[in-house]
């Protein structure tokens, strides 16, 4: 098939050829679109398992006392059951096991769950 001149009409045997600038910018589109969707699929994504390479505390008082006969600093970590932020980060960050060594060597790690429910029992042992 040979390709159209400008003084030909287009018909069924003859259609009309797409001009290729008019395409590109469609096809951005639908490139972006998709790359959004991975991105939001990515990062709305839960981890299927939390790795627990922390020995995480949750009595606040008794890390206070570890951390004076230490002498470490406590690393208090507050999440939430449900929030998806806070899984990545236990995933992606503190479940790295360079991460986790270098947080059982140098702190007392605390962490302080924010859940409504558990908020408000932890924040009453926190006050006294």
Request: glycine share 4%.
């Amino acid at each position: 098939m040979t390709p159209r001149t400008s003084d030909q009409t287009a018909t069924p045997a003859n259609p009309p050829v797409a001009n290729g600038s008019q395409t590109q910018p469609v096809m951005w589109i639908i490139v972006a679109v998709l790359v959004a969707l991975i991105a939001i699929t990515w990062l709305t994504q839960r981890p299927k398992t939390r790795p627990n390479l922390i020995a995480w505390l949750a009595d606040y008082k008794l890390a206070s006392q570890q951390s004076r006969q230490t002498s470490q600093p406590m690393l208090l970590n507050f999440t939430q059951e449900g929030c998806g932020a806070c899984d990545r980060l236990d995933y992606d960050v503190f479940g790295d096991e360079r991460v986790a060594s270098v947080i059982a060597d140098r702190f007392v790690p605390v962490r302080v769950d924010v859940t409504p429910n558990i908020c408000s029992v932890q924040h009453a042992e926190l006050a006294h």
